[in-house]
């Protein structure tokens, strides 16, 4: 599985509540949560992201509650990874369970900028920036994990193992 796209940037501590403010949880419609992403620390994001786009972050990302809009909001705006130096436990697990891939890599973090271009290959873990020509390795997910992601998350896997 293979993700390129333009790096977003944001710093350390990015919390669910910034990522998809309470105010806008009274829809279960991923497409309205996703028009509200990141409205209270980057206005113009939902106008900026386009679909393969890649975030950045530091450190303790999707901090916060254990909403699983967070992720879900993210991924339907049009995410196809976060780059995190780390993430919060839950928002890890929420990210696993609806497909969503995340990669914890403190180098790339470290070295990609805003606007740059990013290729990941989450089969072994190497994110490439193509505007910088350098190359990072994260830890990529077992074969399972990633089938998850494929798939389209938790429910999807246990169903196509089930013959559903």
């Known amino acids: 599985m293979k993700a390129h796209g333009k790096v977003l940037k944001y710093g350390d501590n990015v919390d669910t509540d910034v990522i998809i403010p309470a105010r806008y949880l009274n829809s279960f419609d991923a497409k309205e ?6 409205v209270d620390i980057d206005p113009t994001f939902v106008e900026r992201v ?6 950045v972050a530091g450190k303790n990302f999707g901090c916060g509650s254990s909403r699983e809009h967070a992720p879900l909001a993210l991924k339907t705006a049009g995410v196809s990874c976060v780059i995190a130096k780390s993430f919060a436990r839950i928002f890890y697990r929420n990210s696993i369970n609806i497909g969503f891939a995340i990669l914890e890599c403190e180098a790339a973090v470290d070295d990609i900028d805003e606007g ?5 290959d989450f089969d072994t873990g190497t994110i490439y920036n193509k505007t910088k020509n350098k190359e990072y390795h994260a830890q990529p997910f077992p074969d399972f994990l990633q089938k998850m992601i494929q ?8 169903n196509e193992k089930k013959g559903k």
Do not use: F, K, P
């Open 50 to 55: 386009e679909v393969g786009d890649i975030m």
């Open 151 to 158: 798939v389209n998350g938790l429910v999807n896997y246990v």
């Open 33 to 38: 949560l996703a028009s509200h992403a990141m």
């Open 116 to 120: 740059n271009q990013v290729e990941i």
